[in-house]
């Protein structure tokens, strides 16, 4: 099982960032898929969910109506588009499966939201 985050960067507030999370070595298209992000002193949270088939998805408070998850199982990968950024939005972002009743993450991806 192999997750990659891809697409991180530095925005000014107010820009836009898309990630992208490849997945291997499992069968994509059965798993739901979540996106969480870990500031500098803070807790790993829970950013954006989206189910096997792409017809759920819930997100944090904190990014409803800024973000948008995704997903191609045709392509194994699930997206994150971030738009309306904000300092506050600035972390490492990782995505994440559970299969089997563990944990999978990718290796992260930085986004630092600054002027």
């Known amino acids: 099982v192999q997750l990659v985050e891809s697409g991180g960067g530095l925005v000014q507030p107010g820009g836009s960032l898309k990630l992208s999370c490849a997945a291997s070595g499992f069968t994509f298209s059965a798993y739901g898929i979540s996106w969480y992000r870990q500031a500098p002193g803070k807790s790993r949270e829970l950013v954006a969910f989206?189910?096997?088939?792409?017809?759920?998805?819930t997100y944090a408070d904190s990014v409803k109506g800024r973000f948008t998850i995704s997903r191609s199982n045709a392509m194994k990968l699930v997206y994150l588009q971030m738009n309306s950024l904000k300092p506050e939005d600035t972390a490492v972002y990782y995505c994440?499966?559970?299969?089997?009743?563990?944990?999978?993450w990718g290796q992260g991806t930085q986004v630092t939201v600054s002027s």
């Open positions: 994440k499966a559970v299969l089997w009743g563990r944990d999978y």
């Open positions: 989206i189910s096997s088939g792409g017809g759920t998805t």
